[in-house]
């Protein structure tokens, strides 16, 4: 890994030291903002570390009159350790991308209160009683505003940034900030689109079970091929500002309400990887389903409504996008005024379709590298880490891969969301 | 028009002022290198404005001993005067853009002597006796090595800057920069992609003879469609870094050299943009042939050659392009190393021929919308333009523009350089 040290350009100075429950306090005493938000004196308010991703140290803290999230990046992945080091600046991109989806999802991001860069620190409102989505899908529990509320936060910030709604001007300087987002979308290149293709010291997955299926994966020429074309894809193509790491585990939720939290991955790139993000978590808690079942509950049900938030958050998705294309096209991309009379509307129209069809077999192949790399790479997902009966566990693990396999090398194939369900129900059935 | 105060970030100082034959001596007689390749005393030296472009005053200065070239932005666009304000950063992104190009073609750049930031001034080798390629071309001019040298600068240029070529960081990196140099890249974005196919105050053309064609493509709704699904594709495909105006007016040649020069609209994009537009080039040069036939010279051959020249320059990117894929493949996309066993060679050469394929379709795409902009847009060429009885221009035109819809909106179907060859031949002979 290369030096973390040159990297932080934009976070982390001299003065950075990871915080602690004890410094925390007057760190935080010193921000008007965030003084007015906890009452009493600082010794009262209490102080929980309860980061429990990947990367980053989050702290709540709480007075008698109100609570605020403090998450602070460290310089190493926490996962792994200090072996891997992992720029501050990551705190400056998240800043950066919570600014951007506050323009136009104010209700489904957290609210920022302060950022100290050289801190690598966002303080932000506390979600409570919200909890991650992933643990609420693990114990059963739905989610009736879900699908809407995540199919308007990927339409509503995917568009505003991409060419359809700004000046090229606006989306290329605003696209000059995250292409320094560098290490952070390395994580992503390598364990998303390289790592599970190829022997490495990080992987990991269910022993003995999986063995075959892991091995085949790393010898799949029509797979290798399918996901560096995906990677190249998520190189290269610049269409908008993504979250980056749009999982269930980045959406907090109460049965009322979604917020989409951690965007430190953000970068410009192709819309379907957002898109299959959310698709590829879905389908697997879908298949881990069958690992939490219990005598008085088969999870059947819950199934059916795994693949019925599927099908809402793509319809949702798309009838937004579309809709954001028809109203508030003011970017140079199919610039506003071509398209006025009878024909030039209808062949428009058609155009977006066809735009909506092609962003959804991107998601398809996306969504199916992001199955994959939870079951053979490195970081995997509670979903299935939780099913203790390894047998069990490789059970549900071996259809999700059947599934991802079939999703990156037939993309084309998959034309609907009607269909992909289809796929997913025929290979839980067997 | 934006005020070309505000983006003069990286070049053009409080100081900055047009050099004038006057001036430009004491200030090349300041930079020892310079000092070292002009012979004898400063007002000895012949100093020449030759500027004919579009945007920049050009000096040619020549002592006893050896002469340069020097280029400096001018505040705004040459062409059309001081009411079209331009930022004289744009000398930057050339100097960037050229030190690129010298890394890989050193052979086919001018190589650079001195970069003023404050003054918006390169200094660069002088070429002699080049001429522009366009202006050989009108004369029937053969250049046997262009087709070649040509493929080599595109194979080269843009490979090495791909993300087969390097890692995702060092793109990134470099993408950041030229994120910035949005003024000229919107003279693209309108001048190529949009203004065409409107009712805008800079379009000219032969009038009355393309009033008739100019209304329809206004009017062509399939047309427009395809030209601004090539301009999403400008503004969003990051492949690499193109030259972004590589035109027989940015080409000087001898019968046994070629240098590319002007890289002023770099940007990153698809890699069928520049392979297009040098074929839109020839493609134009080709269609104005007629014009300047004589009863002595039914320029018949030439127009052959042009042809020729039009499949040797694609042939020769495809061939150098795919050689480098083979062996310089040190990128992030398709990643090295997992395609070692003999299925996954077959699988990966199939992938890197079809991705040929695919920049092929895209070249035709571009090489259409750049035929067509130099016909109904802004900004002419002297193929045309030098052909003075008006019905005769036109009568080439027409050919040009019916070929030029061909390929954006059937580019799918012109899947070899033969056929197009083909489609261009059937035209011309009507």
Redesign the interface.
């Known amino acids: 890994m290369?030096s973390a040290k040159v990297v932080n350009r934009f976070a982390g100075g001299e003065h950075y030291a990871p915080l602690s429950e004890i410094i925390i306090r007057p760190f935080l005493e010193a921000i008007p903002r965030i003084r007015s938000l906890l009452t009493g004196p600082p010794h009262r308010w209490t102080v929980r570390e309860v980061g429990d991703g990947n990367l980053n140290l989050v702290f709540i803290v709480k007075s008698q009159g109100g609570g605020v999230c403090v998450k602070q990046a460290l310089p190493y992945v926490r996962l792994v350790g200090e072996s891997w080091p992992l720029p501050l600046d990551r705190a400056h991109f998240e800043h950066e991308a919570l600014k951007s989806e506050t323009a136009v999802v104010p209700d489904l991001v957290p609210e920022i209160y302060h950022f100290d860069a050289g801190l690598a620190v966002i303080v932000m409102e506390l979600l409570e009683p919200h909890i991650i989505l992933r643990k609420g899908l693990i114990r059963g529990q739905r989610y009736p505003k879900l699908a809407g509320d995540i199919a308007r936060f990927a339409a509503e910030t995917l568009f505003s940034t991409?060419?359809l709604a700004v000046t090229?001007?606006t989306?290329?300087?605003h696209?000059?900030i995250f292409?320094?987002n560098?290490?952070l979308?390395?994580i992503t290149?390598d364990l998303v689109f390289?790592d599970p293709?190829?022997v490495a010291e990080l992987n990991r997955w269910t022993k003995p079970q999986l063995d075959d299926i892991a091995a085949k994966f790393r010898?799949d020429?029509?797979l290798?091929?399918a996901v560096?074309?995906l990677?190249?894809m998520f190189?290269?193509?610049?269409?908008a500002l993504l979250h980056g790491d749009l999982h269930t585990g980045s959406i907090m939720v109460t049965p009322d309400e979604t917020r989409v939290i951690d965007p430190e991955f953000a970068v410009y790139g192709p819309i379907g990887f957002d898109v299959g993000a959310f698709m590829a978590n879905l389908l697997l808690a879908y298949f881990a389903q069958a690992g939490h079942a219990t005598p008085g509950d088969d999870r059947k049900a819950f199934q059916g409504w795994i693949l019925e938030t599927l099908e809402a958050f793509w319809t949702g998705f798309e009838r937004r996008f579309l809709a954001l294309w028809r109203t508030k096209n003011r970017g140079?991309?199919?610039?506003t005024?071509?398209?006025t009379?009878a024909?030039?509307t209808?062949?428009?129209e058609?155009?977006r379709t066809a735009t909506l069809a092609r962003i959804f077999q991107d998601s398809v192949g996306f969504a199916g590298a992001k199955m994959a790399r939870r079951i053979l790479g490195l970081a995997h997902v509670e979903d299935l880490e939780s099913i203790t009966d390894p047998d069990r566990r490789a059970a549900c693990e071996l259809r999700a891969l059947d599934l991802a396999r079939t999703l990156m090398v037939n993309r084309a194939g998959i034309t609907s969301v009607h269909q992909l369900r289809t796929a997913a129900e025929a290979i839980r059935t067997g």
Chains 1, 2 share one sequence.
């Open positions: 290369s991409s060419d090229a001007r989306k290329k300087e696209m000059a292409c320094l560098t290490e979308c390395r290149e390289t293709y190829r010898n020429a029509e290798k091929v560096q074309e990677k190249w190189l290269s193509r610049a269409e140079d991309a199919f610039t005024g071509l398209f009379d024909a030039g209808q062949a428009l058609a155009y």
